[in-house]
């Protein structure tokens, strides 16, 4: 893309922005650029929240503003736009305007990065914001028509999902569906930056062509297409697109109760956004930075590459947090092979898909300087401080940084033996023994494997401990229904693990010996839910952990049970670092060599400082890079 013509914009002080008016110069349009400082009274001004790339090519400008006499050239995505802003007799009525690639001065880059850190004051004091989304298509009526009727017919989607389904799931209404994801499919829903611009401003509105639609109308939309299991929409990327923005806008707008801390960390931001797109990848961490409470852990600086700004956003977290919880992220956000990037350091352009952003065991909603962005009637229950995994016992983290390389205390709990096959792994058999008949007991076995597949907690934002009796009383249920050949009434995402994990041996015995060692035992004879929509039930937190993150059932050379990342191996060592919330996996190719980070673990029995009362664990300290 071009740069801006350097000589039509005079500088302007780290508290000032720049806004646009627009006025006739024959068969061109002409602009005033004039600043105003946010620390001061200012006038009314909309800003635009759009693409710079067109569907069909990139961000380019074949068209110029006339300035101060001067050309600037502006990108033709906004030329629909102020095509329809004329067709709307809004475009020379003396309007003020903010428009990010005309207002702010892009070839200076120290401008650019100043201009970020005002982003949410700008988007907060305009008077009102425009989410434009395109020319109009063919289908652009009939889905705007279809979010005002879902409007007008379902004023509270939350409040009843079995009539959302039972009107809208009909087959006439199947046109309207593809038709509203196609709107959803616009550009505009996927880029990062309106992530913030959708969230922070409280008068908006949507235009597309000519049609305009309310903020809270394609909420209700999106509510409905959630409660609507059967139709695609939801499972498409682009609902999860509009999903998450309203889940954000929501949580940033939430009231404070008295006594109560609500955050929103820029990594569980990143993380949450990890599926959405950024034309420059710094952008991943600094366009959705105005959305964060602790955003000051970060300055905006267009000097430093990608991955000098990831490593030192990692760094300042640890520092200021005194945690090692943030390193945990470089689990499911990996570099690849040959990155410059340190595999402690969370790799924030890799991306995953909607469907498998779940929160980490680290993001648990008790520990805040991360936590997570639950629904907000979640955010409103009060959280169990005592409801908390706490691995290093609170410890903080003793470290060093030595160039890329992270130096962390901590102590080796075990060692990976056997694992469990997954949709891509193979199953890795365990080496012990069978153990002695006294030591063995099933029944704790079976508790244990149960535990981990939900990582002992109810709900997915770990807020509560997991339904002991209910839960294990769902487990054996659905294994046993398997193990007498009852497959039909069993949902085949537990069947194909039952199927990966009966002859994985535990204690020397296979899974399936052991589960047919406590039939005499009596348990429920009903059916647990089995809708993965139902998310506190065993079987909705089954699916997020095993087949949403793909965890693997682990066995360690002691015979102690738990759940890993896919990517783990035999020989990993299961640690605890201090300053670390839960365990994690470290691989060391020979005992020379630097170790390199796998992800956070999980290990029955060993979540709340256990392994720190063994005597026999001595302090070490670990190599990372």
């Known amino acids: 893309m071009k740069q801006n013509h350097p000589s039509v914009y005079q500088p302007i002080q780290s508290d000032q922005i720049r806004l646009v008016q627009f006025d006739h110069d024959g068969d061109h349009i002409s602009a005033i650029l004039k600043t105003f400082s946010l620390d001061e009274p200012i006038c009314p001004y909309h800003a635009l929240s759009y693409t710079w790339q067109c569907d069909n090519s990139g961000a380019t400008m074949n068209d110029v503003l006339h300035v101060n006499k001067q050309q600037l050239p502006i990108l033709d995505s906004l030329k629909p736009f102020f095509h329809v802003l004329k067709l709307k007799g809004a475009l020379f009525d003396d309007a003020w305007w903010w428009i990010d690639s005309i207002c702010i001065d892009l070839a200076n880059m120290e401008e650019r990065g100043q201009q970020v850190q005002l982003m949410r004051r700008i988007y907060r004091n305009a008077h009102e914001v425009i989410f434009w989304l395109g020319e109009e298509s063919g289908d652009t009526n009939l889905a705007i028509d279809f979010i005002e009727h879902i409007n007008n017919t379902i004023r509270h989607p939350t409040s009843n999902p079995e009539r959302s389904r039972s009107i809208f799931q009909q087959d006439h209404y199947h046109p309207y569906w593809d038709a509203l994801l196609n709107f959803f499919q616009r550009r505009w829903w996927s880029r990062i930056w309106t992530l913030q611009e959708y969230a922070i401003p409280a008068n908006v509105s949507f235009w597309c062509g000519m049609r305009r639609v309310g903020r809270s109308a394609v909420e209700c939309a999106l509510m409905t297409g959630d409660q609507c299991t059967a139709l695609a929409f939801k499972a498409s990327t682009s609902f999860f697109h509009g999903f998450a923005r309203q889940r954000v806008q929501k949580l940033y707008h939430l009231p404070q109760k008295p006594g109560t801390t609500l955050t929103r960390s820029l990594v569980a931001l990143a993380a949450y956004s990890s599926c959405f797109e950024a034309t420059d990848d710094r952008d991943r961490l600094y366009g959705i930075r105005a959305l964060a409470t602790d955003a000051f852990l970060m300055d905006v600086d ?25 390193i945990c992220f470089a689990s499911t956000y990996s570099s690849p092979p040959g990155s410059l ?72 709990l075990d060692t990976v033996d056997g694992l469990v096959g997954s949709r891509n792994t193979e199953l890795v058999q365990t080496s012990l023994p069978a153990c002695a008949e006294p030591a063995y007991l099933p029944l704790d076995i079976l508790m244990s494997v149960c535990k981990s597949l939900v990582l002992d907690r109810k709900d997915r934002y770990m807020q509560f401990a997991m339904p002991t009796e209910e839960y294990f009383q769902d487990f054996v249920w659905l294994c ?6 009852v497959i039909p009434l069993v949902p085949k995402e537990f069947q194909e693990w039952f199927d990966r994990t009966r002859s994985l041996r535990i204690h020397g015995h296979s899974f399936e010996k052991i589960l047919h060692d406590t039939m005499y035992l009596n348990f429920r004879s009903s059916a647990p839910t089995q809708d993965e929509y139902m998310k506190d039930t065993f079987f909705g937190r089954f699916f997020d952990t095993v087949v949403r993150m793909s965890l693997r059932l682990m066995v360690t050379r002691h015979g102690r049970i738990g759940l890993v990342p896919e990517k783990a191996m035999k020989g990993d060592l299961v640690c605890v670092l201090f300053g670390c919330s839960v365990p994690v996996l470290l691989r060391q190719p020979d005992h020379e060599s630097p170790f390199t980070f796998v992800g956070e673990c999980f290990l029955d029995g060993f979540m ?6 063994q005597r026999e664990l001595a302090e070490r300290v670990f190599c990372i890079e």
Not at 608 to 613: I, R, T
């Open 302 to 326: 267009y000097s430093l590459s990608v991955e000098e700004i990831y490593l030192n956003f990692t760094k300042s977290c640890i520092e200021h947090y005194k945690s090692l919880d943030v």
């Open 608 to 613: 709340e400082g256990q392994g720190l009362e």
């Open 480 to 485: 046993r229904r398997l193990a007498t050949c």
């Open 341 to 412: 990037l340190p595999s402690w350091v969370p790799d924030w352009r890799t991306t995953v898909s909607p469907l498998l952003v779940i929160p980490l065991m680290v993001s648990q909603s008790a520990r805040t300087h991360i936590g997570n962005l639950r629904p907000p009637s979640a955010t409103l229950e009060p959280t169990d401080p005592l409801i908390c995994y706490n691995a290093s016992r609170r410890r903080e983290a003793v470290y060093e940084f030595e160039g890329t390389q992270l130096l962390a205390h901590g102590t080796v």
